[in-house]
């Protein structure tokens, strides 16, 4: 296992070329292309602020509401994504792993790196509208940011390793994660508050470890004062190198039987 992770950096140029050819190919055809990376975050937040301006009333004592979901909706669109395109990813990646030296594990990551990208590129239009609105950005707190983002990563990849390495032997794994994803979505403080949480799921909250990143992106960006959640974010951070390396593990041992499952 160890031996083929530290082969990983080796391919960091197959990976940017994988990352490159998925973002082409997600967007050919279509005439506006890239842009759509900036207008999808932008139309999701105009669908948002609709809804909770005219149809159902936004929670209380959130300010901007729309700012506020943003923050967690961002985020939380790239690993959902990540994990629903995983899980089949070396099913329709069959040609690929077949051939003896393509090292099958950087399907999984590059799907993880574009949906990476996507975030990146729909982050200005959050922060223009964090300006336009006045919400207070503190550079002590910024700082913090891209700690939350390389924690996102780990923790997305090792959940990408093993959702990739699963679904070949149990395909029905991939029909059942969206909807996992759907339950998982309102059971993450992202519609709501960590401070006010349904009560139903108060006890629980703490143990999904994307509560601790949302509630990081809504600290960092949204809501004024100190950061606090960091001690929850570093501790978020030493489990997810851990199931890492623990997807890792697992996709190692079951990586010889991929090209016969394909």
């Not at 296992?1 to 082969?7: A, E, G, S, Y």
């Not at 207070?136 to 990563?153: K, M, N, S, T, Y």
């Not at 979505?185 to 909250?205: D, E, G, M, V």
């Not at 004024?224 to 960091?230: A, D, K, L, R, V």
């Given at each position: 296992?160890?031996?083929?992770?530290?082969?990983l950096?080796?391919?960091?140029?197959?990976i940017?070329?994988l990352?490159?050819?998925?973002?082409?190919?997600?967007?050919?055809?279509?005439?506006?292309?890239?842009?759509?990376?900036?207008?999808?975050?932008?139309?999701?937040?105009?669908?948002?602020?609709?809804?909770?301006?005219?149809?159902?009333?936004p929670?209380?004592?959130?300010?901007?509401?729309s700012?506020?979901?943003f923050?967690?909706?961002?985020?939380?669109?790239?690993?959902s994504?990540?994990?629903?395109?995983?899980?089949?990813?070396?099913?329709?990646?069959?040609?690929?792993?077949?051939?003896?030296?393509?090292?099958?594990?950087?399907?999984?990551?590059?799907?993880?790196?574009?949906?990476?990208?996507?975030?990146?590129?729909?982050?200005?239009?959050?922060?223009?509208?964090?300006?336009?609105f006045?919400t207070?950005?503190?550079?002590?707190?910024?700082?913090?940011?891209?700690?939350?983002?390389?924690?996102?990563?780990l923790?997305?990849?090792?959940?990408?390793?093993?959702?990739?390495?699963?679904?070949?032997?149990?395909?029905?794994?991939?029909?059942?994660?969206?909807?996992?994803?759907?339950?998982?979505?309102?059971?993450?403080?992202?519609?709501?508050?960590?401070?006010?949480?349904?009560?139903?799921?108060?006890?629980?909250?703490?143990?999904?470890?994307?509560?601790?990143?949302?509630?990081?992106?809504?600290?960092?960006?949204y809501?004024?004062?100190?950061?606090?959640?960091?001690?929850?974010?570093?501790?978020?951070?030493?489990?997810?190198?851990?199931?890492?390396?623990?997807?890792?593990?697992?996709?190692?041992?079951?990586?010889?039987?991929?090209?016969?499952?394909?």
């Open positions: 296992m160890f031996h083929n992770l530290r082969q950096p080796k391919y960091r140029g197959l940017q070329s990352v490159a050819r998925e973002l082409k190919a997600r967007y050919r055809g279509s005439v506006l292309g890239f842009f759509w990376s900036f207008f999808n975050p932008l139309l999701l937040l105009v669908v948002y602020s609709f809804v909770f301006s005219y149809v159902m009333p929670p209380a004592n959130l300010g901007n509401y700012l506020f979901l923050c967690g909706l961002l985020p939380w669109t790239w690993f994504t990540s994990l629903i395109e995983s899980a089949n990813v070396l099913i329709s990646g069959g040609n690929l792993i077949k051939k003896v030296m393509f090292p099958a594990e950087i399907l999984p990551i590059v799907t993880v790196l574009a949906n990476l990208v996507h975030f990146l590129l729909g982050l200005p239009i959050l922060v223009a509208f964090l300006i336009y006045k207070p950005l503190q550079l002590a707190e910024l700082v913090w940011f891209p700690v939350v983002v390389l924690v996102q990563l923790l997305t990849i090792g959940f990408a390793l093993i959702l990739s390495a699963l679904t070949v032997h149990f395909r029905d794994i991939k029909d059942i994660l969206a909807n996992l994803m759907t339950l998982w979505f309102f059971t993450t403080p992202i519609i709501y508050s960590w401070q006010n949480p349904p009560p139903q799921i108060l006890k629980y909250l703490n143990l999904n470890p994307v509560t601790h990143l949302a509630v990081s992106y809504q600290e960092i960006l809501f004024e004062g100190p950061f606090g959640h960091w001690k929850w974010l570093i501790a978020l951070g030493v489990a997810s190198v851990l199931l890492f390396l623990l997807g890792y593990f697992i996709f190692d041992r079951l990586r010889d039987s991929f090209a016969e499952e394909v």
